[in-house]
């Protein structure tokens, strides 16, 4: 089984940063795909990142580019989302998602996911 637990999230004025992180455990999170999505208030889940296992393949949504960064560190079972730039769009809630998948950029291509951090960006 894999567990995800995200922290890091809080109230950011715009155009400040936020490190989100997600602590995963369990014996089959080796191989494992990350993903970053969020949920804000009225709107449906959106893609923010994935990365795979190696690090070799990393996808970022068009709105993220050059704003988030997506990195992990396997030794601390641990997947990063640097957020740069924030705007009040990007106001909320952020989970991270396991999957066994060559991709990672559709929620449902997830096995496992964290009950999310809040994130509010003010104006």
């Known amino acids: 089984q894999v567990q995800l637990v995200e922290s890091g999230g809080g109230l950011v004025q715009a155009g400040g940063s936020l490190r989100l992180s997600c602590a995963a455990s369990?014996?089959?999170?080796?191989?494992?795909?990350m993903g970053w999505f969020r949920q804000a208030p009225g709107k449906e889940r959106e893609f923010v990142a994935a990365?795979?296992?190696?690090?070799?393949?990393?996808y970022y949504a068009d709105s993220m580019k050059g704003r988030f960064t997506i990195s992990r560190d396997n030794a601390k079972n641990t997947v990063y989302l640097q957020m740069n730039s924030l705007k009040p769009e990007d106001t909320a809630v952020y989970a991270c998602?396991?999957?066994?998948?060559?991709?990672?950029?559709?929620?449902?291509?997830?096995?496992?996911w964290g009950r999310g951090t809040r994130v509010t960006v003010s104006s």
């Open positions: 998602a396991a999957g066994q998948t060559r991709s990672g950029t559709e929620y449902y291509e997830y096995d496992y």
């Open positions: 369990g014996r089959t999170f080796s191989g494992y795909t």
């Open positions: 990365i795979s296992w190696r690090g070799d393949r990393i």
